[in-house]
């Protein structure tokens, strides 16, 4: 189900988008929830962190009074959920400049000066947004989901390298990525139950199949496409090398 979220200060504008975006769920037959809405961006932020809602469709008014103004709600939405859909409504279109500033992809800015218009935009941008989820939902790509205690990442699976965890620090892993590293709580079984894809080599290593170059058997070792070494035991070798042999 695709989620929308709105965050608009004015109580009357957030009920006028509110009004327009469940007309919208109530006459069309997509697999839309109705819209919750949220008086300031903080309340906001805290809903979502605790959620378990990704690639979901927001409108945010850009003028928040509050010292977080939309745009720069926008870049922290954009943090925690990587797939958002982002739609800024606004009365002054001057301050659409922000959005690159901040580098907040958007697939809308609507202006409020017409309630017609903001009405048929609205409606426009949930068909996109819809579109988009569907998109999403049948797409090959797969993403692991991190959280990280500030942050939710999702990672697609093609970007990781392997798991490890951390010495003399139980139930903490460190995610290898083709451009980085991410601490976050959890452990190699847990990783292994939620993405069966990836293969546990070693008692303190979880590596991507895909991103192996070459295994030495017997000095029993992983090589992987960036050059680096990570071990693998005797016991797991077999079960290893029968999966590269696919």
């Known amino acids: 189900m695709l989620h929308i979220l709105i965050c608009e200060d004015r109580p009357e504008q957030r009920e006028l988008i ?11 037959d997509y697999s ?6 949220f008086g300031n961006p903080t ?4 809903y979502i962190e605790r959620s378990p809602i990704r690639g ?14 939309g745009i720069e709600l926008g870049a922290k939405i954009r943090e925690i959920d990587i797939s958002a859909t982002i739609v800024f409504v606004t009365t002054h279109s001057e301050m659409v400049h922000l959005v690159f500033i901040h580098k907040v992809e958007a697939l809308e800015y609507i202006i ?3 309630p ?13 947004a819809y579109q988009r989820y569907l998109d999403g939902k049948h797409s090959l ?11 939710i990442w999702n990672i697609p699976y093609d970007e990781i390298l392997y798991f490890e965890t951390h010495v003399n620090m139980p139930h903490k892993l460190i995610l290898h990525t083709d451009t980085g590293e991410i ?8 990783v292994v139950a939620s993405a069966p894809e990836f293969f546990t080599c070693h008692r303190s290593f979880v590596v991507n199949p895909k991103k192996i170059r070459h295994v030495d058997k017997a000095k029993k070792k992983i090589e992987l496409i960036n050059g680096e070494i990570i071990p693998v035991t005797a016991l797991r070798m077999p079960d290893l090398l029968k999966i590269l042999s696919r």
Do not use: P
Not at 20 to 28: A, D, M, P
Not at 56 to 69: G, I
Not at 121 to 128: E, F, G, L, T, Y
């Open 141 to 151: 790509r797969k993403y692991f989901v991190v959280n990280t205690g500030a942050s």
């Open 56 to 69: 979901a469709l927001y409108f945010l008014d850009v003028e928040l009074q509050h010292e977080m103004n």
């Open 18 to 28: 509110e009004r327009f975006v469940n007309k919208v769920v109530i006459k069309e």
């Open 43 to 46: 309340t906001l932020l805290d």
């Open 183 to 190: 601490d976050f709580r959890g452990t190699l079984n847990d």
């Open 112 to 114: 409020k000066d017409d």
């Open 116 to 128: 017609k218009k903001m009405e048929a935009s609205i409606k426009d941008c949930i068909q996109m």
């Open 32 to 37: 839309v929830g109705f819209a919750v809405s």
